[in-house]
T-cell receptor, first 117, second 118 residues
Framework: AQSVTQLGSHVSVSEGALVLLRCNYS??????LFWYVQYPNQGLQLLLKYTTGATLVKGINGFEAEFKKSETSFHLTKPSAHMSDAAEYFC???????????????FGQGTILTVHP | GAVVSQHPSWVICKSGTSVKIECRSL??????MFWYRQFPKQSLMLMATSNEGSKATYEQGVEKDKFLINHASLTLSTLTVTSAHPEDSSFYICSARRTGGVYNQPQHFGDGTRLSIL
């Protein structure tokens, strides 16, 4: 079984400040990890993903995340927040156990990012 | 690329009505699509996995006779909420993964359907 824990349901930063959204996962197999962003009344947009290889992953809109196996973490960062970054962010882990799993995603509870001018 | 269209965006209907939601992958083929439900201020809950040409796989606790899923082609899956009641009101989101992709391929999401049952 897999699980995702996002530490902090709400994060507030000033425009231009560092953004850090925390995600820890539990998985019995090497994980595939994803970060998605959701704007109000919309679906989810993929920010970035980690599968194999380089542990520092760069995504869209200046976001990046680092996979740390020893810490079972996949925190999302952005050096300088922009007002348009205000949204809800979801970390997810993929089940790829094979058979009939079909790569289901398990989501964290989400973190709402507020950016102050 | 990888655009998923979901229709309608909003539905308001009377209790007892059946509602059909469509999920289309516009620029890729998707053997597997997923249907989620999201309650206000909560995360996404997987309802079922839809596979082209076969029966959907439902998550525990999801009534398959209540939420009918049809995945008749590689670009279209539909979710029908039968005899909808106020407790079925929610935000429904679909996603699709490219055919032939392995599990590290991301799911691409539609914009969701806001369903309100009066």
């Amino acid at each position: 079984a897999q699980s995702v824990t996002q530490l902090g349901s709400h994060v507030s930063v000033s425009e231009g400040a560092l953004v850090l959204l925390r995600c820890n996962y539990s998985s019995s197999v090497p994980p595939y990890l994803f970060w998605y962003v959701q704007y109000p009344n919309q679906g989810l947009q993929l920010l970035l993903k980690y599968t194999t290889g380089a542990t520092l992953v760069k995504g869209i809109n200046g976001f990046e995340a680092e996979f740390k196996k020893s810490e079972t973490s996949f925190h999302l960062t952005k050096p300088s927040a922009h007002m348009s970054d205000a949204a809800e962010y979801f970390c997810a882990v993929s089940d790829y156990a094979g058979g009939t799993s079909y790569g289901k995603l398990t989501f964290g509870q989400g973190t709402i990012l507020t950016v102050h001018p | 690329g990888a655009v998923v269209s979901q229709h309608p965006s909003w539905v308001i209907c009377k209790s007892g009505t059946s509602v059909k939601i469509e999920c289309r992958s516009l620029d890729f083929q998707a053997t597997t699509m997923f249907w989620y439900r999201q309650f206000p201020k909560q995360s996404l809950m997987l309802m079922a996995t839809s596979n082209e040409g076969s029966k959907a796989t439902y998550e525990q606790g999801v009534e398959k006779d209540k939420f009918l899923i049809n995945h008749a082609s590689l670009t279209l899956s539909t979710l029908t909420v039968t005899s909808a009641h106020p407790e079925d009101s929610s935000f429904y989101i679909c996603s699709a993964r490219r055919t032939g992709g392995v599990y590290n391929q991301p799911q691409h999401f539609g914009d969701g359907t806001r369903l309100s049952i009066l």
